[in-house]
């Protein structure tokens, strides 16, 4: 840089130094919204087009039809057990990550984080390796007339494991930040360790917990590859509503498949909007350091 | 942390539930996670080492995971130039309609990708929406290595845009200032001086996009045509050998595309190790 250092300045120009010539900025701002309109935007609208196309009759009529309400309430089952389940467990990790100093904590925290970096596919895998007809428990449980994979259990447990850093990784940072004197002081005024956590840190938590339980659900209802390994595509058994979509989709029903996927869609679009007004509102009170 | 008691594993501190807390975070990291996993390894090591690399050097094997890694790659790198064209305009520039934007970038993460799947293979499907105008010039997008580069370009879009983001937030106007002060265009500025202190997050946010996009199942097998040797994927050969009950066929190409993941990961974990001494704390 410093040959150029002595280069007379610019003619009076009134523009600030550090932003880009309006033509810079307007072509760059032009690409940007090109880019998400064409790759983002475009395909949720299309779910709704398509979805469309047949009419509102034929809409109403995939929705209502007999597999598809199994498949929305299979779905609806299973998020209701594995966002619950990761919830408490993001609470009980969050807490002993945060108010306590033990070894080894960076690598529990690199563990917690494991399952993201882990393929969907293989994620199913693994319990088809446990459970499965061929794998270690499988045959043992099914003498006991249990089956876990091409069934409901599996199909939980795939889901627990593919959301299962959602809250966690919310809500550990979220209770590094805010420290640990508010907990002393309740405790040493005399609260329990429950009173505690109900009325000092659960207020100072919330919106970040309703963050990650926010993103947990999408996920859990939207999941497509673990769920798709371990449940067997039973109709009207094993089907979620992403699993459906698929089924339809390859039977050449296209309208009903973009039926089903438009509700899915929809549930997006209420993430979303959900999740900004949240980082709006309450931006300061999450953690809003460098979530992915 | 624990250096003043080397002795403590844990040091005291007056907050009870700890025994409580710590004790159900391991049992049940260890039930869903940990033990899944470590079968998953078991039954690798029970196939031999001849087995192994049979599996691993089969010619379809190899294609899907160069399939899936190159696509990736690819993917990322488009993510990595238009994901910081997207965080840079987001965080420097005002316009209508921006913190709208702002939100849809999230829009991978919150939709199902079996939706995301059909609807990109509506679009680019030969008779699709865009797909019919570049049939007409014989250009074929769904069904080919382009429709499945542009399918993880989508899922693994936020991974850059919000890993760049929050830097470019911090970066200290004065130095830009002084960049143009002391006679750098804004070009060489943003070049010279801003660019090289988001390299490790763009870097970071690259391997995110990358290492989303190789383990990407639902979103591509709708537009990927899924022709062996062509448009076949890794993690759907996974699918088709236990479909084959081939269990001893999946967990090898699953441990394979776990050893290359986890290479990934630690090459994230050395990129801020580095870029923390680099460029103080990012």
Redesign the interface.
Known sequence: ?SD????N?PAARFRR?????FA??TT??V???L??G???????A??FV?ASKQGMGAYLEALQEPDALSAIKLTLLVAAIAVPANL??GV??S???A?????G?PF?IT??D??F??????AG??????F?T???LGPWLQSYGIQVVFAVPGIV?AT??VT?PFVARELIPLMQEQG?QD??AA??LGA??FQ??CKVTLPNIKWGLMYGVL?CN??A?????AV??VSGHIRGQTNT???H??IL?NDYQ?AA??AV?SL??L???V???V??VLE?RFGAELA????? | ??STAAIQ???P??????G???G??LT??SL??????A??I??TTSLSWEQFWGIASNERVLAALRLSFGASFIAALVNAV?GL??A???V??R?P?R?I????????????????G???T??FAPTG??GQYFEAFGIKIAYTTTGII?AL??IG???VV??VQ?VIEEID?EV??A????????F???F??VLPTLLPALLTGFV?AM?RA?????SVI?IAGNIPYVTEIA??L??IR?EE?D?GG??AI?TL??VI??AM?LAINLIQAWARRRFGDV
């Open positions: 840089m150029q250092t002595l280069q300045a130094s550090t932003t880009e010539s810079v900025r760059l701002i690409l940007s919204v880019f998400l064409v790759f983002l935007l475009f395909p949720l299309v779910v398509e408490v467990f009980a990790a807490w002993a990550i108010k306590f100093d033990f070894r904590k529990l563990l917690i494991l399952p970096s882990v393929s969907p596919v293989i895998l693994i319990y088809v390796i446990l499965g061929q794998g270690y447990l627990i494991f299962f640990r907990e002393e405790i040493s329990s360790g505690t956590f993103l999408a996920r209802m939207g999941e497509f590859g798709s390994v509503m992403p699993l979509v698929e989709y296209w498949a973009f996927a899915l869609a549930l997006a679009l993430t979303l909007v999740k900004t709006w809003t350091a460098r979530r992915h | 942390m624990a594993w844990r040091r501190n007056v907050i009870p539930g700890f409580l807390t710590f159900f975070t049940y990291l869903i996670v940990l033990i899944p996993i079968a998953l078991l039954r238009f064209m997207v840079w305009v987001l420097r520039y316009f309609g913190r934007l702002d939100a849809i970038v999230d829009l991978p993460f919150a939709l199902p990708t079996a939706v995301a059909i609807a990109l509506a679009i929406w865009i542009i370009t989508f879009l936020p991974f919000r890993t929050p106007r830009e200032e960049a143009a002060t002391l006679g750098a265009n804004r060489q500025a943003v010279k001086v995110l290492a190789v383990g990407e199942y639902g709708f993690p759907l996974i699918v236990l009950f269990y999946a967990t699953a595309m776990l993941s986890f990961f």
